[in-house]
């Protein structure tokens, strides 16, 4: 190999000038060309007009920053197909784009917003904005929208029943305004017999869409809402703000459900979250690694990684766990696989839906071991490890995705198995006792 560079530079120094310059120029196009992997962001919609350029695994890798790591190529999810959507996705839509969050236990304004890979520079103007933002109270609900580029556009915090205080992007940070309700609460019971679907039929029974969805996600962990039968019963308990005649705003109480003879409950607690008749939490917590064990991070979540080649943002939405093939890749969550296929940069993947919150997926892949439509449960081996498709590397990428946005697998707060118990407990159960005899169905 020396000798032949060794040549190849005796016989390019020997040649007369203008072909030196000639052929330099040529050599350098050449590299240029071999060397560009052009990006190309392409919503679902929009064909890829420029194919990259497949270079062996070798140059890649001496192209890349971390060239020891085992990377992937997985840029975007445009690469990847999209979670399959279904019919409440779609009738509900008009949530799109909004992101809510309910305050809990131990949770802070950049803790919250951190997970989901806002910048902290944002996070801390914000603060600027309103020092209030700093209290936050459990139960309390917060929801923003981004920019396109994934920037925060606006914030909304509904500090009361009385109070919402909302935050907009303006030049150099954050205008606050504050809005305060006056209305009055009234309960309103709904009852309804499933017919066509469970949107229709709950529309029907007067609800409007922010309260079917408000339902669908206080039963997400008993209830797959796709599954329910003609016949089935509903009764749903609503707390409405009446101001001037017309309904402001709405919280869910209680919710019964009556499937193929069984009844199914959640009721809402003081901090704002949703329990069985006994005060027990709905979800099931879910494992932090997707492992049995803890293996090293090769590459981090990061919503803002710049290709080094190209300088353009390829977020890498999930983080990378080096770990040896054929390693046991476990559900971090009881659900359902939605995707176990081959596919392009992700190579054999799964995917697995939790409730109606949260997605997980996991790249790379050796071997599957489960199918689309499979039930699994927390902790159930879905696959061996593997170096499939763009990858450089034995490597497991893994991703979670909360209300269709990736967030930071290491950090996002994911469900907990919990409980009430003392007085908060005590209250709740007098607080179901009330509540129960009206959701009667027959
Ligand atoms: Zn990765």
């Given at each position: 190999m020396q000798q032949i560079a060794r040549s190849v530079a005796l016989a390019f120094n020997n040649l007369p000038r203008p072909h030196r310059v000639m052929l330099g120029s040529l050599t350098v196009l050449t590299l240029t060309v071999a060397v560009w992997r052009p990006y190309v962001y392409h919503p679902e919609s929009v064909t890829p007009i420029v194919k990259a350029i497949e270079l062996p695994k070798s140059e890649i890798r001496s192209l890349l920053p971390e060239a020891s790591e085992p990377i992937d190529q997985t840029a975007s999810d445009d690469d990847v197909d999209a979670i399959p959507q279904d019919e409440l996705d779609e009738k509900t839509s008009s949530e799109a784009g909004v992101h809510e969050y309910v305050v809990s236990t131990g949770d802070t304004l950049s803790s919250i917003l951190n997970q989901y890979g806002i910048d902290m520079g944002d996070i801390s103007q914000l603060a600027a904005a309103d020092k209030e933002l700093r209290n936050l109270k459990i139960g309390q609900q917060i929801s923003w929208t981004l920019t396109a580029d994934g920037d925060l556009q606006r914030l909304t915090w509904e500090m009361s029943r009385r109070e919402t205080r909302t935050y907009d992007r303006i030049d150099g940070g954050f205008k606050m305004s504050s809005e305060t309700q006056q209305g009055d609460w009234v309960n309103s019971v709904m009852k309804g017999t499933v017919g066509g679907s469970f949107v229709s039929s709950a529309r029907d029974a007067g609800l409007t869409s922010g309260e079917i969805s408000a339902v669908i996600k206080a039963m997400q962990w008993q209830m797959d809402f796709r599954k329910l039968k003609k016949g089935d019963e509903f009764s749903v308990l609503m707390s409405r703000e009446m101001l001037e005649g017309k309904q402001e705003q709405s919280q869910l109480l209680g919710v019964r459900l009556r499937s193929d003879g069984k009844d199914y409950y959640a009721f809402r607690a003081e901090d704002g979250k949703f329990y069985d008749r006994n005060g027990t939490g709905l979800a099931k917590g879910f494992l932090r690694f997707p492992t049995s064990k803890q293996f090293r991070v090769s590459s981090n979540f990061d919503p803002r990684r710049l290709n080094p080649v190209t300088g353009r943002v390829a977020p890498h939405k999930g983080v990378d766990f080096a770990l040896p093939q054929g390693t046991p890749v476990l559900a971090v969550g009881d659900g359902e696989v939605v995707v176990a296929k081959r596919s392009g940069a992700a190579g054999n993947y799964v995917a697995i839906r939790h409730g109606r919150t949260y997605t997980t997926r996991y790249m790379h892949l050796r071997k599957l071991l489960v199918k689309p439509g499979q039930k699994v449960k927390r902790g159930d081996r879905i696959a061996l490890s593997g170096n499939t498709g763009r990858?450089?590397?034995?490597?497991?990428?893994?991703?979670?995705?909360?209300?269709?946005?990736?967030?930071?697998?290491?950090?996002?707060?994911?469900?907990?198995?919990?409980?009430?118990?003392?007085s908060d407990r005590k209250d709740y159960l007098a607080q179901v006792k009330e509540v129960l005899p009206q959701l009667k169905v027959d």
């Open positions: 990858s450089t590397g034995p490597h497991l990428h893994y991703e979670v995705w909360i209300n269709q946005q990736a967030v930071n697998p290491l950090t996002a707060k994911l469900p907990r198995t919990e409980g009430l118990s003392g």
